[in-house]
Nanobody, 120 residues
């Protein structure tokens, strides 16, 4: 059993900043990657940013240069610093962990989601 708990987000004005944090706990053998996805009303869930355990990162084109993902591998945590926010960043943000709980097989785990609203 793995649990991902998110914190942060809420409300910001256009051009402002917010930060998100997520910590994974439970029967974790190792973590392949952790990241953030978002889902706006009426739209599919999309990748925002991810970071693997080797330090490699992947960002959506829409957030490059504005958002920064970081990880604390020792504490199974991932963070997202969001700067220069735009109204189109408004969405529910979900933490994702690609995690081994048994050797040889990883699964995707999700946080409960946290609302980020950017006003114009």
């Amino acid at each position: 059993q793995v649990e991902l708990v998110e914190s942060g987000g809420k409300l910001a004005q256009s051009g402002g900043s917010l930060s998100l944090a997520c910590t994974a706990s439970g029967s974790i053998l190792s973590i392949v990657s952790m990241g953030w996805y978002r889902q706006a009303p009426g739209k599919p869930r999309e990748l925002v940013a991810s970071r693997n355990s080797g330090g490699g990162t992947n960002y959506a084109d829409s957030v490059k240069g504005r958002f920064t993902i970081s990880r604390d591998n020792a504490n199974n945590a991932v963070y997202l610093q969001m700067n220069s926010l735009k109204p189109e960043d408004t969405a529910v943000y979900y933490c994702n962990g690609r995690i081994y709980t048994n050797p040889g097989k990883w699964d995707d785990y999700w946080g409960q989601g946290t609302q980020v609203t950017v006003s114009s």
